[in-house]
């Protein structure tokens, strides 16, 4: 038990944290293999059997690690799995010689052959796209498998309604190419009653009656939820196969997936007037009680947290006081009672009482940003899905 002291600035304590308490990582990065498994099954049941469910695995798996996601998402059926860039799906072959890897963002024409080697699909966004994909067929006098990406209104990557018609008129231009999959993307699911996502839906239905044999794919986590007619036989779940809610407006459905916690390294008595951190930005009017903990934004825990986001002491919330740093940030402890944390200890930063969402609405971003910047230093525990 940690005595309260005489109000002082000296440090209470600067001792090492104890053997028994783990090896010498700062950062703690629990992530649950069982629950990717179990929201693979929450997906499962809102689709139904016959529509397929890939995996979207880009961004080392929205930073909880390709490895073992895709390996959990492989034994639960997924044979399909989308990446970001070549290097992403070049290390996902290794780690899944069996699966179908197809690359978000193209990567021609400069990985061509390295493509068709290693048996991976470059999404192509562009008539462009499909020229390079064309003519790397004829070069090697075989059918390659295409995948071709219709934009219907997130203007960023993907054929344009004017290409899109170019391409129905013009089947030459498909010429040694398999379309095996026809796919679009949702701009706004997220928001339950955009006008957008039903204009999206009718943009690709109508394109996509153009490919018969091809595998239809719309529905990213949020389109799941909102319509069966958004599934047809591909879904293609990211945030929420992490956790992540796909229902802003709703109860999370999903299981969580990510805890994270962090050190303390550091309690110390201030008195008042006392102020913490760079630019002096919170001064404290009477005297308190801080911990230093081993959090910053070299891990990904971003500076717009600064006096605004809380951690959990045994359920209880505590807020950030100054600046988060590149490797600390502090928190104001002066309001606990009973067993005051130690240097050693272990804040909870992501858990059962704040998920990757409502710490990214702290800091007014999303819960996406939160997971992709999980960082290198914490030390990684995967909980086996068995």
Not at 2 to 19: E, H, I, N
Not at 29 to 50: E, M, P, W, Y
Not at 58 to 76: E, H, M, R, V
Not at 248 to 267: C, D, F, T
């Amino acid at each position: 038990m940690f005595l309260r002291q005489k109000p002082s600035s000296a440090p209470v304590s600067d001792a090492p944290a104890p053997q028994n308490q783990g090896d010498s990582a700062f950062g703690r990065l629990t992530i649950d293999l069982g629950a990717v498994a179990s929201n693979h099954d929450i997906f499962r049941h809102q689709i139904g059997a016959k529509c397929d469910i890939a995996g979207v695995v880009k961004a080392n798996a929205y930073g909880t690690g390709l490895a073992p996601i895709a390996q959990t998402l492989f034994a639960k059926g997924s044979r399909r799995f989308f990446v970001a860039t070549p290097d992403e799906g070049f290390a996902l072959r290794q780690i899944l010689p069996l699966a179908e890897i197809a690359v978000l963002g193209g990567g021609l024409p400069y990985n061509t052959d390295a493509f068709i080697d290693a048996h991976i699909e470059p999404v192509l966004n562009s008539l462009y796209d499909i020229a390079l994909w064309r003519d790397a067929a004829r070069k090697r006098d075989k059918t390659l498998p295409a995948i071709i990406h219709l934009d219907t209104g997130m203007n960023r990557l993907g054929l344009s309604a004017d290409e899109g018609e170019t391409l129905i008129n013009d089947p030459a231009l498909l010429r040694g190419l398999d379309v095996i999959i026809v796919m679009s993307h949702f701009a706004c699911a997220d928001e339950k009653y955009h006008p957008l996502t039903d204009t999206q839906y009718e943009r690709f239905r109508k394109f996509a009656t153009h490919f018969p044999r091809a595998k239809k794919s719309l529905a990213n986590s949020s389109g799941i939820f909102r319509s069966k007619d958004f599934h047809y036989d591909m879904v293609r779940p990211g945030m929420a196969t992490y956790g992540l809610n796909p229902t802003p407006e709703a109860k999370n459905p999903m299981n969580p997936v990510v805890k994270l916690e962090a050190r303390i390294l550091q309690v110390r008595h201030v008195k008042s007037g006392d102020t913490i951190g760079y630019s002096a930005t919170h001064t404290f009017k009477g005297a308190g009680l801080t911990a230093t903990v081993a959090l910053g934004y070299a891990d990904g825990f971003h500076r717009a947290h600064s006096g605004k986001a809380n951690v959990f002491w045994q359920g209880v919330a505590c807020p950030l006081v100054g600046r988060v740093s590149m490797d600390l940030v502090t928190v104001d402890i002066s309001n606990l009672k009973g067993q005051l944390p130690q240097p050693g200890d272990w804040f909870e930063v992501l858990g059962p009482h704040q998920n990757a969402d409502q710490l990214a609405e702290v800091a007014g971003t999303i819960g996406y940003e939160v997971l992709t910047n999980l960082g290198p230093r914490y030390q990684r525990i995967y909980l086996s899905n068995n």
